[in-house]
């Protein structure tokens, strides 16, 4: 998680402050979803610490464990004026595909990842 939120903070999107809101979110709600996919995000008391929307893909070579489920993706997500919302329901609509979380995990480089998640970024 806290890579995931590290990437938001280098991007500029967040500040470190909502990192730790991720760490208090997960306490109240795994961001666990299946797929081996987790989406950490912030608590809405951590809004004033999103300079604007984004996301950060982690992909991890072997599963790494959150809260006893095997994860490979840990996808970050901050979104002003509730905009993560939509993009939690794109991410899940593309990790609810087996073949798509295939094709996901078999990537061989950040460009082709990027390429694959581009319909979370289409309106």
């Given amino acids: 998680m806290r890579e995931a939120g590290q990437v938001l903070v280098d991007a500029g999107a967040v500040t470190p402050a909502y990192v730790d809101a991720m760490f208090e979110r997960e306490k109240s709600v795994s961001t666990y979803m299946g797929n081996f996919l987790a989406i950490p995000h912030g608590t ?59 094709k996901l995990l078999a990537a061989s480089s950040a460009d082709e990842l990027y390429d694959l998640l581009q319909a979370v970024n289409d309106d």
């Fill in 44 to 102: 809405n008391e951590a809004k004033d610490a999103i300079g604007r929307s984004a996301i950060s893909v982690v992909r991890y070579d072997a599963p790494i464990d959150w809260d006893g489920n095997e994860v490979r993706f840990a996808v970050g997500i901050a979104g002003v004026d509730n905009g993560h919302l939509e993009i939690l329901g794109k991410i899940a609509i593309v990790f609810s595909d087996s073949d798509e979380v295939d």
